[in-house]
């Protein structure tokens, strides 16, 4: 089937350590996107990548890092100098750019939890 | 800045009754919108949605609105169900502008039985 993955579910991590998030989907989708969600807040976005080896800033990608070797998978790279790190994070990809009528399928979703 | 925003944070609802969530959004660039639905958890799962040259899209219970001058689209379920209870956000596009989502903040549905 289908779809895009998300590991782990739930990811336990000390304070000051870097932790990697897994996204892969085989959708054969272009468009990558790793959002954050916090509890009485919406989506941001934190990075995306249109295409393989480009990516960019979304609006909270300090503390953050990403790689897109390849098109299908997106990891996210959640550093030491993230300074509110706990929070549950959403991968989510999408048809080529500049394509109309294109949505986002989401994965699953790890919640990380830094002590 | 928030550029889509959804300034009901919930919404309760008998079962059987219409259930209307709104959305309102700044940028005038967005022509793609979409309402996703999000239990706790998980991850959001696609809705329906909406081209900025419609004004309604229909898909079984769910209906979306786009009200272009206002910069306003809204969402009705009719009739609402229990298992439509969760927390819903609206999302805006712009295909000139590398095709990023923007989220509103969400709004918590209960559908009371």
């Known amino acids: 089937d289908g779809g895009i993955t998300q590991s782990p579910k739930y990811l336990f991590r000390k304070e000051g350590q870097n932790v990697t998030l897994s996204c892969e989907q085989n959708?054969?989708?272009?468009?990558m996107y790793w959002y954050r969600q916090d509890p009485g807040q919406g989506l941001r976005l934190i990075y995306y990548s249109q295409i393989v080896n480009d990516f960019q800033k979304g609006d909270i990608a300090e503390g953050y890092s990403v790689s897109r070797e390849k098109k299908e998978s997106f990891p996210l790279t959640v550093t030491s100098a993230q300074k509110n790190p706990t929070a549950f994070y959403l991968c989510a990809s999408s048809i080529p750019p500049n394509t109309r009528s294109t949505e986002a399928f989401f994965g699953q979703g790890t919640r990380l939890t830094v002590v | 800045d928030q550029q889509v925003k959804q300034n009901s944070p919930s919404l309760s609802v008998q079962e059987g009754r219409i259930s209307i969530l709104n959305c309102d959004y700044t940028n005038s660039m967005f022509d793609y919108f979409l309402w996703y639905k999000k239990y706790p958890a998980e991850g959001p799962t696609f809705l329906i949605s909406i081209s900025s040259i419609k004004d309604k899209n229909e898909d079984g219970r769910f209906t979306v609105f786009l009200n272009k001058s206002a910069k306003h689209l809204s969402l009705h379920i009719v009739p609402s169900q229990p298992g439509d209870s969760a927390v819903y956000f609206c999302a805006a596009s712009a295909s000139n502008t590398g095709n990023q989502f923007y989220f509103g903040t969400g709004t918590s549905l209960t559908v009371i039985p």
């Open positions: 959708l054969n989708h272009d468009a």
